[in-house]
């Protein structure tokens, strides 16, 4: 198409960064191309088989997958529960640690955050497969490690809500001469707690979600029977187990959803 | 410390108002719903055996200290190479994904396609795909197609293509109709309104949810190797079957500091864009 000359054009500096971040980023997806054999026809062909897999699940098993599925899958909530109210309540404190405007010291704060992200920094399901180890098998390792992801991202993104409270409240309290704790929980817990709490609802999604799989690497639930499954070709009841998953998950999705649309 | 005094003053606390009685209450019974949620989980959570637990703390906790104190320097370029790896699998799984994602992502904004009812189908497909976390494809994809790095790709691709197609269509949705308004009042066709007025809107955005996702399908394609879809995710679960601590620390190490150097690379990038 051939542009008006009136069109503006962007200054020259914003160009030459665009054009070179184009550059790098076709680079790095030829390099990736390159180094893993991945062809255009490579993604067709495996998407046609992927659609074409799915006539492995038909029909589904409901009378043999149903009875096995049932308690896994509570085991599944109890895990994604579990370790969300552990993580929040070994988490709210890094998220104050790790605020700027409510640490009580530079280097604790510092501390704080290299602490989660390097925390934040492995998949919860690595975290689970090494907790196997140690644990061994059943819910145990998966509650752990949820509990793990949910401090750790809760310090982050919440310690986001905190330093953005207005300090308004927490200075007065420091005038009256409250400690430390009793500004937390005075100045800065009133103002985050809708939107930490719907944070935290939030964080029960992505834990449910996650949990589903945590006892594909033997941390309990109902991953454990997805293995099983798939190690002994089971697709019907495999998909069974898939709608299963997805009807819970868009439950507690909707519940979650309500609760926080009331609570902000 | 001696010279403090302290006064006793009668503190008088005003009763409540009823609205906020009221509040009080439902934050008791919340409180309450949520200790009888716990204490159900954790009387009823089966197959946890203590003993087996502690025996097992006992055997590995020595051998992992010792293991994460000194990580074995030897299996560092396999486990380098492994994480390259990854990172190429997440860049393609990305790039399909926001590739994909723009055409599913116009047909899902409502103000686009006319509509609530007719975006209705792409939100669908998109939340559908939404529900499941990425192992699950990487399963499916590795038993249609094979264990290796393609299954792990075209994981990541479909369902980043979940994410990125709503964060997109949200974005689209979030325009300012003024700029198409003004172009096509000059007498732009509908090629150049979309070049010159949704495009330049749309793109920063779009840009950095597309970093965003690849910095989560770093971390999401290297657990993909535990199901045999590629990546350095395969090497762990081998060493750790074998609790080879010295390997596995080792690995995790590299895992971690590739992870946080591309958060820190990307964030910033981000920064910059929006």
Known sequence: MALPSAVPQLPLLPRLLSW?????????????????????DDMWGSLVDFVLFFGNFWPPDWQRALPQIWRPLIETLQMAWLGTLFGVLLGTPWLFWSSRNTS????????????????????????????????????LPGVVAITIFTLSILAKLGSEYVEAIDPGPIEALKAAGASGTQVIV???????????????????????????????????????????YVALFQYQRIAVLLMVIFVVVIIIDSISAYIRARLT | MASRVRTATP???????????????????????????????????????????????????????????????????????????????????????????VPVAFISAANLVGGNRFALPGRGLLAAIRVFPELLFAIIFVAAVGPGAVAGIMALGINSVGFLGKMFSDIIESIDPGPGEALRATGAGPIHTFSYAVVPQVLPEFASNVLYRFEINLRAASILGLVGAGGIGGLL??????????????????????????????????????
């Open chain 1, 104 to 139: 009580p010291h530079p280097v604790l704060m510092w501390f704080s955050r290299t602490l989660m992200t390097v925390m934040r920094s492995i998949p919860d399901l690595l975290y689970a497969a090494v907790l196997v180890a140690i644990l061994s098998f059943g819910p």
């Open chain 2, 237 to 274: 679960i081998q060493r750790i079957q074998f609790r080879r601590w010295e390997e596995i620390a080792m690995i995790l190490l590299v895992i971690i500091a590739f992870i946080v150097i591309v958060d820190v690379i990307s964030s910033s990038i981000r920064r910059r864009l929006v």
């Open chain 1, 186 to 228: 005075y100045g800065a817990v009133p103002q985050v707690a809708a939107s930490l709490l719907s944070y935290i609802i939030y964080i029960f999604e992505v834990n449910v979600r996650a949990s589903t799989v945590l006892g594909f690497v033997g941390a309990g639930g109902i991953g454990f029977l997805l293995n099983r």
């Open chain 1, 20 to 40: 070179s971040t184009w550059a790098v980023i076709a680079g790095l997806l030829i390099i990736s191309l390159r180094e893993t054999n991945f062809r255009i």
């Open chain 2, 11 to 101: 503190v008088v606390v005003p009763p409540l108002p009823p609205q906020a009685r009221r509040t009080k209450l439902w934050q008791y019974l919340l409180v309450l719903a949520i200790l009888g949620i716990t204490a159900a989980c954790l009387l009823t959570l089966g197959n946890v055996s203590w003993e087996r637990i502690l025996s097992g703390l006992e055997r590995n906790l020595p051998p992992l200290w010792r293991g994460l104190t000194n990580p074995d320097a030897a299996i560092f370029s396999r486990a380098f190479a492994a994480m390259m790896e990854t990172m190429y699998m997440a860049v393609i799984g990305t790039v399909i994904a926001g590739v994909l994602a």
